[in-house]
């Protein structure tokens, strides 16, 4: 049974993440509760109750869907096929906040997955309700599994590693954002080179609208916030939010996003929109096509986006690094992963966690993680993956994969470039950006945008530390 301290985690994570949900638009129901369920952690290792005539059944919730549906559906049947204990079951959900609020009613009805899939953005708010979840490190441990920390890139481990720096979920799809660049456009404006800094990016729009290219650069549609601002922050070394963007503790956390390079560079992207050269359409418009049409002839977006990209542009492209803030001695530090990492839902029959732990094992394994970059465009988590990737020549033929992990991996993580820890962080997120909507229109200026998108955010911050610690 939970104790009583877990069981008030429990409740608040219900109340927590119904909110979360509702901030990613979902229409599933979460609301909240004040009953917590009465779960237990325990992963006693299988005693013999599998067999091939009866295996048992692993559900997987994901939000894999389309070509990215296929390749994971393909992985599960490849682990179906290689043992006979255990039948995975993938159940694709919809996007990732339905994923999310399905997760939460079903864990309200007692009826959770075994695994579920939860976005980067749910991480703080999951993490903090001990006791709803098994962490994967203890998973792994009481079934015999060599597991460690260390095994995942670093940008990948950081970002889901607890306080002692044991991993509480499994990454898995995980993406950064790079600095896609149409070659042609840059040639024909005798640009040789992607730009390396944001006063570069600047003077290679001026070369570009002389040669009748008037866009330079967009960014990602639903998420320039997490380009923009918090992975902006990571590349930048630059402190996000205090308490270590949340790492060392729910309290009193403020977001830094007043401080002077964000509000520079924020100030520099209104400039830039004012003149045409930069364009954004907001969280609900994909820019994909601003790139892959040719209007603009730059393009920060995920690197689980290279497929794509490549499928739709008719022109040659390149993929670089993100442009770092000119004169920074800490710049470029390293960026942090996107995407979602797999959880284990607690309250499960006993006989079931050895094979969340053989799957899960096998996910991270250097052949699965070799298939699943070289067919998705996300990044291997796994060091071994990115070896074994290497050895194939994967990256020889493919240098435009290599830059995300070259970013991931460009320097050890300090204490606030792990990641970004916040409760309700999609609600934050959205006031974030329809702060930087205020100053591409220039409705606003960089510095009270950000201003006012600092003092709503940190009220929101109190709300769930509130709530976590009720």
């Given at each position: 049974?939970?104790?009583q301290?877990?069981?008030?985690?429990t409740?608040?994570?219900?109340?927590?993440l119904g909110?979360?949900?509702?901030?990613?638009?979902?229409?599933?129901?979460?609301?909240?509760?004040?009953?917590?369920?009465?779960?237990?952690t325990?992963?006693?290792?299988l005693?013999?109750?599998?067999?091939?005539?009866?295996p048992?059944?692993?559900?997987v919730?994901?939000?894999?869907?389309?070509?990215?549906?296929?390749?994971?559906?393909?992985?599960?049947?490849?682990?179906?096929?290689?043992?006979?204990?255990?039948?995975?079951?993938?159940v694709y959900?919809?996007?990732?906040?339905?994923?999310?609020?399905?997760?939460?009613?079903?864990?309200?009805?007692?009826?959770?997955?075994?695994?579920?899939?939860?976005?980067?953005?749910?991480?703080?708010?999951?993490?903090?309700?001990?006791?709803?979840?098994?962490?994967?490190?203890?998973?792994?441990?009481e079934?015999?599994?060599p597991?460690?920390?260390?095994?995942?890139?670093?940008?990948?481990?950081?970002?889901?590693?607890?306080n002692?720096?044991?991993?509480?979920?499994?990454?898995?799809?995980?993406s950064?954002?790079?600095?896609?660049?149409?070659?042609?456009?840059?040639a024909n404006?005798?640009?040789?080179?992607?730009?390396?800094?944001?006063?570069?990016?600047?003077?290679?729009?001026?070369?570009?609208?002389?040669?009748?290219?008037?866009?330079?650069?967009?960014?990602?549609?639903?998420?320039?916030?997490?380009?923009?601002?918090?992975?902006?922050a990571?590349?930048?070394?630059?402190?996000?939010?205090?308490?270590?963007?949340?790492?060392?503790?729910?309290?009193?956390?403020?977001?830094?996003?007043?401080?002077?390079?964000?509000?520079?560079?924020?100030?520099?992207?209104?400039?830039?929109?004012?003149?045409?050269?930069?364009?954004?359409?907001?969280?609900?418009?994909?820019?994909?096509?601003?790139?892959?049409?040719?209007?603009?002839?730059?393009?920060?977006?995920?690197?689980?986006?290279?497929?794509?990209?490549?499928?739709?542009?008719q022109?040659?492209?390149?993929?670089a690094?993100?442009?770092?803030?000119d004169?920074?001695?800490?710049?470029?530090?390293?960026?942090?992963?996107g995407?979602?990492?797999m959880?284990?839902m607690?309250?499960?029959?006993?006989?079931?966690?050895?094979?969340?732990?053989?799957?899960?094992?096998?996910?991270?394994?250097?052949?699965?993680?070799?298939?699943?970059?070289?067919?998705?465009g996300?990044?291997?988590?796994?060091k071994?993956?990115?070896?074994?990737?290497?050895?194939?020549?994967?990256?020889?033929?493919?240098?435009?994969d290599?830059?995300?992990?070259?970013?991931?991996?460009?320097?050890?993580?300090?204490?606030?470039?792990?990641?970004?820890?916040?409760g309700?962080?999609?609600?934050?997120?959205?006031v974030?950006?329809?702060?930087?909507?205020?100053?591409?229109?220039?409705?606003?200026?960089?510095?009270?945008?950000?201003?006012?998108a600092?003092?709503?955010?940190n009220?929101?911050l109190?709300?769930?530390?509130?709530?976590?610690?009720?």
């Amino acid at each position: 049974m939970l104790s009583q301290s877990n069981k008030k985690k429990t409740t608040a994570l219900i109340a927590s993440l119904g909110f979360l949900a509702a901030a990613c638009g979902s229409t599933a129901s979460a609301t909240t509760s004040t009953v917590a369920k009465s779960t237990t952690t325990t992963t006693e290792p299988l005693t013999g109750n599998a067999n091939a005539s009866n295996p048992i059944t692993i559900t997987v919730w994901t939000a894999f869907s389309g070509v990215l549906g296929q390749t994971f559906n393909n992985l599960v049947d490849q682990f179906n096929a290689s043992q006979g204990n255990y039948k995975v079951v993938a159940v694709y959900k919809g996007p990732y906040a339905t994923v999310l609020a399905d997760t939460i009613a079903a864990y309200k009805a007692n009826a959770a997955p075994n695994i579920t899939q939860i976005f980067d953005a749910g991480t703080a708010t999951i993490m903090d309700a001990q006791g709803a979840y098994v962490p994967v490190y203890k998973l792994m441990k009481e079934n015999n599994i060599p597991f460690s920390t260390s095994e995942f890139i670093g940008g990948a481990a950081s970002y889901y590693e607890n306080n002692q720096g044991n991993l509480d979920s499994m990454p898995f799809n995980s993406s950064t954002p790079v600095l896609y660049y149409n070659k042609t456009e840059l040639a024909n404006a005798g640009i040789t080179t992607p730009p390396a800094t944001w006063s570069q990016v600047q003077a290679d729009a001026d070369l570009l609208a002389q040669k009748g290219q008037k866009c330079a650069l967009t960014s990602s549609g639903a998420y320039v916030m997490w380009t923009d601002l918090e992975e902006f922050a990571m590349w930048n070394g630059l402190q996000y939010a205090t308490n270590n963007n949340g790492y060392s503790s729910i309290n009193n956390v403020s977001l830094n996003i007043t401080a002077q390079p964000f509000v520079d560079h924020m100030a520099m992207l209104g400039s830039m929109a004012q003149k045409g050269e930069y364009v954004w359409n907001g969280t609900s418009t994909s820019t994909v096509p601003l790139f892959t049409n040719g209007t603009c002839a730059m393009y920060e977006q995920s690197s689980a986006s290279l497929t794509t990209i490549a499928a739709g542009a008719q022109f040659p492209f390149g993929v670089a690094p993100l442009p770092t803030v000119d004169g920074s001695n800490s710049a470029p530090q390293n960026t942090v992963v996107g995407g979602a990492s797999m959880w284990v839902m607690a309250g499960q029959p006993s006989n079931t966690y050895a094979g969340d732990a053989q799957f899960l094992q096998f996910l991270k394994s250097p052949t699965t993680q070799s298939y699943w970059a070289s067919h998705t465009g996300y990044v291997p988590v796994t060091k071994a993956g990115s070896q074994l990737l290497g050895q194939q020549n994967f990256y020889a033929s493919h240098p435009n994969d290599l830059v995300a992990v070259n970013e991931l991996n460009n320097k050890p993580p300090t204490a606030y470039s792990k990641g970004i820890r916040l409760g309700y962080l999609p609600e934050v997120r959205a006031v974030e950006a329809s702060a930087i909507a205020d100053i591409l229109s220039g409705k606003q200026t960089a510095q009270a945008a950000l201003a006012s998108a600092r003092t709503q955010g940190n009220a929101i911050l109190q709300q769930f530390a509130a709530q976590y610690n009720g």
